[in-house]
């Protein structure tokens, strides 16, 4: 009755709208590592007329099941820091505590300008230090307190200004602790799981979830992470770095965009 009743509010444009954004935001995940976030949102809001809040909680309630099927595919491969996933998940769940805290403490616009600052400096590193494939992180008690510490930092912007953690914590793997681009995407994959769980528990209590949408979204990204997880594996490192750092600079420009709209106000 209650499917009924949200196609007849909604109309089943709007689930092929979700069917869409699904398929696109897999094939990003799988491709970059990342929870598709920065795809879902804003096609939420530009293309389904959802609100911030709604687009925002819905997107990290459908990367749950984005996230855990592209973990699964990394792990087919081999491809996947299980120990380094833990240590940064509990570092994330540290932070992301952290961020919305500081939410009212720390301006906003600032933290944005550090982060887009950060941006600019992987995307230079993208072209000077292309990771070898089957290269390991290193474990000891100083990386392991690293990791958490970069978990930390990631809930925390996460927290703040809202950017997915692959985009902060694949390059940071690489250039950082000397990970092969395919472990850094499972690791960072991985990471997310706990932390949006969390996330969307928070969301689902102030009623910031469209669950069909959710739903709809993330069972579209089954069929198309494991399709990105296969060409990244397939592309040489060079191109794969090439590729994420266009896709690092999209991200910058968009923030870059809303810090200058944030000075303005």
């Known amino acids: 009755m209650g499917a009924m009743k949200y196609l007849r509010d909604r109309g089943p444009k709007a689930l ?3 069917v869409a954004i699904g398929l696109v935001s897999g094939f990003m995940s799988g491709l970059f590592g990342v929870g598709g976030g920065t795809v879902i949102v804003p096609l939420l809001v530009g293309i389904a ?28 491969h081999g491809e996947v820091d299980w120990i380094a996933g ?13 961020g919305a805290h500081l939410l009212h403490v720390i301006r906003e616009n600032i933290v944005r300008w550090i982060f887009i600052v950060f941006l600019a400096c992987m995307v230079v590193m ?28 990631t809930g925390i912007l996460s927290g703040l200004i809202g950017v997915g953690g692959g985009i902060i914590v694949v390059p940071a793997m690489m ?20 932390t949006t769980v969390s996330g969307a528990f928070r969301n689902a209590r102030n009623k910031n979830i469209d669950f069909v949408a959710a739903g709809v979204v ?12 296969i060409v990244a594996a397939k592309l040489d490192p060079f191109t ?13 420009v ?11 106000k």
């Open 175 to 194: 250039f950082l602790f000397g990970s092969n681009d395919l472990v850094a995407k499972g690791t960072s994959l991985l990471m997310m799981i706990p």
């Open 218 to 229: 993330g069972l579209a990204t089954l069929i198309t992470t494991p399709l990105g997880v």
């Open 240 to 252: 794969a770095n090439i590729l994420f750092a266009a896709f690092l600079l999209v991200i910058g």
């Open 126 to 153: 993208m072209f000077i230090v292309v990771p070898e494939r089957g290269a390991t992180v290193d474990m000891h008690v100083g990386t392991a307190l690293a990791l958490v510490a970069l978990g930390i930092v």
């Open 86 to 98: 833990v240590l940064l998940a509990i570092g994330g769940i540290i932070g992301a505590q952290l």
């Open 49 to 76: 007329l959802f609100s911030q809040k709604l687009a925002s909680g819905t997107s990290g309630a459908s990367i749950i099941i984005t996230a855990s099927i592209g973990v699964i595919t990394y792990a087919l």
């Open 16 to 18: 092929f709208t979700f």
């Open 254 to 264: 968009q923030m870059t965009i809303k810090a200058l709209r944030g000075r303005r």
